[in-house]
């Protein structure tokens, strides 16, 4: 069983950064895949981005490429996302997911193959 606990989350102006912190506890499978996931008001959860936790494997949506970076401290059991250049539409509670598995493209993007998740943490971003 594995505890996520998200953290970074709070109120930007648009075109200002913010760093979301997702800190693992328990036991983990390996491989592994850490992932963020979003959920905007009256919208469906989607993929921001997945990582691996054994490899140098990364994965963006296209909304947040070349803004957004996600990144990993094996020692310190955490996954962090970076996010630069905000915009209004990025306003969503941010979820970090896991699982263990290998990373492949299509394999991250679900969000029911994901079997823990964190509490969440709401980004709010304004004009």
């Known amino acids: 069983q594995v505890q996520l606990t998200e953290s970074g989350g709070g109120l930007q102006e648009a075109g200002g950064s913010l760093t979301l912190s997702c800190t693992t506890s328990?036991?983990?499978?390996?491989?592994?895949?850490v992932a963020w996931f979003r959920q905007a008001p009256e919208k469906e959860r989607t993929l921001t981005a997945a990582?691996?936790?054994?490899?140098?494997?990364?994965y963006y949506a296209d909304s947040v490429k070349g803004r957004f970076t996600i990144s990993r401290d094996n020692a310190k059991n955490t996954v962090y996302l970076q996010m630069d250049s905000l915009k209004v539409e990025d306003t969503a509670i941010y979820y970090c997911?896991?699982?263990?598995?290998?990373?492949?493209?299509?394999?991250?993007?679900?969000?029911?193959?994901?079997?823990?998740w964190g509490q969440g943490t709401q980004v709010t971003v304004s004009s």
């Open positions: 997911a896991a699982k263990t598995g290998s990373f492949s493209y299509a394999g991250v993007l679900s969000p029911k193959s994901y079997r823990n």
């Open positions: 328990g036991r983990t499978g390996i491989p592994y895949v």
């Open positions: 990582i691996s936790m054994n490899t140098d494997s990364t």
